[in-house]
């Protein structure tokens, strides 16, 4: 028996127990130290991370500095754009602010899980599809802001 389990937060708030505890032991969980990178900005992005415990700090680089462009906490995903396109790149770097608990699970792992679980695979993307939805919707309202703002 794993020593974690899925939190029923953030993008699995929606998700019934049975099908957190399917999907599980598809991932693997990871203790990050503070400063562990996690996800590295222009790397293959394949797999879905969950904060189990903990904070991250995603990080976009540029040529000239490092923007910090946001926090994750606890029960919230990185990830979930690029695990659902195949050879994505990571469009920005993520590292733990304080020691944390991540539990990670690849494209692969996640294919497995659905031909194995489909209605809790149906379950889980559902949920995954509305977070994605939801910050495409966010981007688009900054984006607006930003036009607005430059007239």
Known sequence: MNAHTLPSTGVLTEVSSAAREALTGFGTFKSCA????????????NALHVVVSGELQVMLRTPDELVPFGYVHEGETVGEMGFLEQNAIASAAVTAVVPSVVWSISADAFESFLDSHPVAGTEI?????????????KGNERLADEIEDQN
Do not use: N
């Open 34 to 45: 503070k400063g562990s990178l996690i996800v590295e900005q222009g790397g293959a992005a």
């Open 125 to 137: 993307l559902k949920a995954i599809l509305k977070l994605v939805g939801r910050r495409a919707r």
